[in-house]
């Protein structure tokens, strides 16, 4: 029998059901008297052993508390090999767990696959949707796994034919799926059991916010129907956007077979659906436009560039507004409800926000909204609408020089960093940034100077509105950040915030994101995200939020590329940013004297610096250089004008030496 601390025990009876640890690691250790290896060793083993499950952890904390427990013989709960087990091995075992959790998303695609597959022949039939879609794919597996006898149809008491005959368990997922309000089409597939759908796949579908998708059901059996199943998934209490009927196969369908469904399915329609985002007082709403010649001119209306209208209360059921120009009618009765845009005579816009009948075109439909949210959301009186495209999140529009972040907002690609920049020379900078055409300007706390970033904008004269403001909160803000919000609004004096980031990881730094997330509930903040977080440090922090960064700033430069952490971060739908894209004071000259550069800027006729900053817009990095010399600025921003060859982004890449120029 291991050895059982008491002070172990004494800490489990306090803190036995926290699943972070990292905070009460040193507690632990001076509690319990473990020793351990180096921090080093500790993070080895939880990426090379991460294979333990929400059972273990139960068995782990009943075995420390002197439960009862099964047979453990077979265990290996010894993770950091002391030669028993302890209070550290359970918070290992729950950091392995934590860290394996979340699955990003592969692709940037509309459409996912999310299946339980017990014996393979679901996960087959979920492959040839894969593949004949091009989806993205999500294994729903137990935390505790199903074993043969489990599923023995032979035995009534089996741990199967218990959960089917109780509609209300709930089997545990042992792993979560971020981002899933990124997909319009959401397959689910299951075999039958017991003539209905498995219950981990209604653990599935109230875990997560299908009210934007359509979802359709698949399932597998040897000759059972599927239709107490898809009864049973309609009346869950989700609320799907759209629950479309589903179909079984056997485990003999061919890619044939599942070919031909998927050509009946009406989804084809929603890939060419064309949708729209709507600004209005600090909101982002999002429409799908209507398929009539009227939306298309519409589409075609806004596609170069938002277009802002001023709207007015009409009758008190409608905003309505003057379009630029004259737009085909495609006029019929309607009767309106909540969220619809309509064209009215051809030069006029309208948002519906109650019902009215009359003889319209109908533009479009808002998504998702309630009849009292859309009132609230508009206001009374005159109010400032801007329409736009939507965008995929992640892409680089090199025309617009912009890109949309998952937050739903755009954001410019090219602007100027003001490290280093204090009082007047920062306001001119800014003023030389913004009358040059830059739109976008990154400041902090630590830089001391959100002030004189304010003022600097003032003095430009360019419309608030146009532009694109990040700031960062510092470590020592943290424990009381919402205050610490407030005060980089007052600093600034801008209205409200584009983009706010914590500046590295520290101590309460969930917390303070948190109170981001609220502050972007509050409509202070519009997009939040973070800098100088890698990897391991955020596997660690995702889980622990609610809404996914939209950014993160990272040191990138040719000698410090992270060819791993990019497309890492980029996977899980954020963009990254650079900075020190020029390398960083002291190696600046070093760097825009390299030979390769050199050589690369002399065959397009610019600059080294210019060749660097289009080398990371290249690879999809938004960069921010400093500079308080106005020539610099411009030439700077003028990096639109030509493209590197894939051999010449290769050359850049070879120059990676994994050099860092600071400490972040």
């Known amino acids: 029998m291991k050895k059982i601390l008491l002070s172990a025990i004494v800490f489990m009876m306090s803190a036995v059901f926290a699943l972070g640890c990292s905070s009460t690691k040193q507690s632990v250790l001076e509690s319990a008297e473990i020793q351990t290896s180096a921090e080093s060793t500790v993070l080895s083993y939880v990426q090379d052993n991460a294979n333990y499950s929400i059972q273990d952890i139960i068995n782990l904390q009943n075995f420390l508390l002197v439960r009862e427990t099964p047979d453990l013989s077979d265990k290996d709960y010894d993770l950091n090999d002391d030669g028993r087990w302890d209070v550290f091995d359970l918070c290992l075992m729950k950091q392995s767990y934590l860290k394996n959790q979340q699955k990003p998303i592969e692709n940037n695609n509309d459409i996912l696959v999310a299946y339980f597959s017990r014996t393979g022949t679901t996960e087959q039939i979920a492959e040839y949707i894969i593949d004949l879609m091009g989806a993205d794919s999500f294994e729903i597996k137990a935390a505790v796994p199903y074993t043969d006898e489990d599923i023995n149809y032979s035995n009534s008491s089996c741990r199967a034919n218990k959960e089917q005959n109780d509609k209300s368990v709930r089997p545990e997922i ?93 989804i084809s329609e929603k890939e060419n659906e064309i949708k729209m985002n709507i600004e209005v ?32 209360d009409y009758a008190n059921f409608e905003k309505v507004g003057k379009l630029p120009e004259n737009l085909p009618r495609n006029d019929e009765q309607i009767t309106t409800e909540a969220g619809d845009i309509i064209l009215y005579q051809g030069n006029q816009v309208t948002i519906y926000y109650d019902e009215n009948t009359w003889n319209f075109t109908r533009i479009g439909k808002i998504n998702n909204i309630t009849q009292a949210e859309l009132k609230e959301i ?142 972007v509930k509050d409509g202070k ?16 922090f995702l889980p622990q939020i609610e809404i996914m960064p939209a950014l993160v700033q990272n040191e990138i430069h040719p000698y410090y590329q992270e060819l791993e952490v990019v497309p890492y971060i980029q996977s899980l739908g954020i963009v990254v940013q650079g900075w020190y894209p020029l390398g960083g004071r002291g190696y600046t000259a070093d760097l825009l004297g390299n030979e390769t550069i050199n050589a690369i800027a002399d065959v397009h006729g610019v600059s080294s610096a210019q060749v660097i900053l289009r080398w990371n817009l290249q690879r999809n990095i938004v960069v921010i250089p400093g500079s308080s010399n106005p020539d610099h600025i411009k030439e700077n921003l003028d990096i639109f004008g030509f493209e590197l060859s894939d051999d010449e982004m290769e050359q850049i890449q070879a120059l990676n030496r994994d050099e860092k120029h600071d400490w972040y």
């Not at 001119?428 to 976008?440: D, I, K, M, P, W």
């Not at 003032?458 to 610490?484: C, H, M, W």
Request: aromatic share 10%; with cysteine; glycine share 8%.
């Open 174 to 266: 042992a792993d979560t799926l971020e981002n899933i309000d990124h997909y319009d089409t959401i397959f689910v597939g299951y075999p039958i059991w017991w003539s209905q759908e498995p219950r981990i796949i209604d653990t599935f579908l109230e875990s997560y916010d299908f009210s934007g998708a359509t979802v359709i059901p698949f399932c597998t059996s040897h000759s059972s129907g599927m239709s107490t199943s898809e009864s049973n998934i309609k009346n869950l209490g989700v609320e799907y956007g759209e629950l479309l009927d589903g179909r079984r196969f056997s485990a003999d369908s061919t890619k044939d077979d599942v070919s031909d469904w998927l050509d009946t399915l009406p």
């Open 525 to 540: 903040i519009r997009s939040i995200g973070l800098s100088n977080w890698y990897i391991e440090e955020l596997e660690e």
């Open 378 to 519: 508009l206001g009374t009186g005159s109010v400032s609408v801007t329409f736009s495209l939507e965008r995929k999140a992640g892409v680089f529009d090199m025309e617009r020089k912009t890109v949309m972040l998952n937050s739903g907002y755009e954001m410019p690609i090219m602007g100027l960093g003001t490290y280093s920049l204090l009082d007047d020379t920062c306001v001119n900078s800014v003023v030389s940034e913004l009358q040059s055409g830059g739109r976008l300007i990154d400041t902090a706390y630590m830089y001391h100077n959100e002030e004189a970033v304010g003022e600097g904008i003032k003095q430009s004269g360019v419309p608030r509105e146009e532009i694109f403001i990040e700031t960062k909160l510092y470590p020592n803000q943290y424990a009381d950040a919402a205050n610490a919000i407030d005060e980089a609004l007052e600093k600034l004096d801008v209205g409200y915030i584009d983009l706010m980031l914590l500046h590295h990881p520290g101590t309460n730094d969930v917390e303070a994101y948190k109170e981001m997330e609220q502050a």
């Open 281 to 312: 007082n600090g909101h982002l709403l999002t429409a799908t436009l209507a398929d009539n010649s009227s939306a298309k001119a519409f589409a075609e209306l806004i596609k170069s560039e938002p277009l802002t209208i001023n709207m007015n």
